[in-house]
């Protein structure tokens, strides 16, 4: 079964400077992998998305992600973070040979950025 | 844009009451999912579907069960609510046929049992 692992509960940066959320994922097979961000009482946001190719993939607002294979990560980036960027960020992969379309989550990492 | 409509944000109901959860989409996808979300566990998969009719148990369906009569509708149902299914409820859908299409997720109910 496929699963997703995001080390840090919580991640600190100052505005301005250049952030990086984690994720490794497992998966039997090819890995489909996404981000999402949650801001306060909303609903999940797609930001970018792997599917195959370049391993490095660009979102929304400014993110970009890198697909490593070999580390079986897909890293968040930002190059210079905003106090607007402070949301709660999920990773998820989807794949395997068997549980075919479920998607499932990482526990989330907490992001905020200082002024 | 894709739409994806739950029908209350805030709910509170009484222990033992039969609730009943609501989710709409407009987009005409085959896949809907309904995910819980705790602190610390992140989003949990309660049931999904495939096809109208068709379900799927996720990783914690026990007190839960579902119905999907129509494409764009996804109903979650607690047959008698208990206090530990307090909760954040978040209804998604997503194009069916392919592993690399991303999910479209509601605004969310914060549902609370008392």
């Known amino acids: 079964a496929q699963s997703v692992a995001q080390p840090e509960d919580q991640v600190n940066v100052a505005e301005g400077n250049p952030l990086t959320v984690k994720c490794t994922y497992s998966v039997s097979g090819n890995p489909y992998l996404f981000w999402y961000v949650q801001y306060p009482n909303r609903g999940l946001q797609f930001l970018l998305k792997y599917i195959t190719g370049d391993n490095l993939v660009k979102g929304s607002y400014g993110f970009e992600a890198e697909f490593n294979k070999s580390q079986t990560s897909f890293h968040l980036k930002k190059p210079s973070a905003l106090v607007s960027d402070s949301a709660l960020y999920f990773c998820a992969v989807r794949g395997g040979s068997t549980g075919f379309q479920k998607l499932v989550f990482g526990t989330g990492t907490r992001l905020l950025v200082s002024p | 844009d894709v739409k994806v409509t739950q029908s209350s944000r805030y709910l509170v109901k009484r222990t033992g009451e039969k609730v009943f959860l609501e989710c709409v989409q407009d987009m005409d996808h085959e896949n809907m999912f309904w995910y819980r979300q705790d602190p610390g566990l992140g989003l949990r998969l309660i049931y999904f579907?495939?096809?109208?009719?068709?379900?799927e148990k996720g990783d914690i369906p026990e007190g839960y069960s579902v119905s999907r009569e129509k494409k764009e509708r996804f109903s979650l149902i607690l047959e008698s609510a208990s206090t530990n299914q307090t909760s954040m409820y978040l209804c998604?859908?997503?194009?069916?046929?392919?592993?690399?299409?991303?999910?479209?997720f509601g605004q969310g109910t914060r549902l609370t049992v008392v």
């Open positions: 998604a859908s997503s194009l069916g046929g392919s592993l690399n299409t991303e999910a479209f």
């Open positions: 579907s495939y096809d109208v009719k068709m379900k």
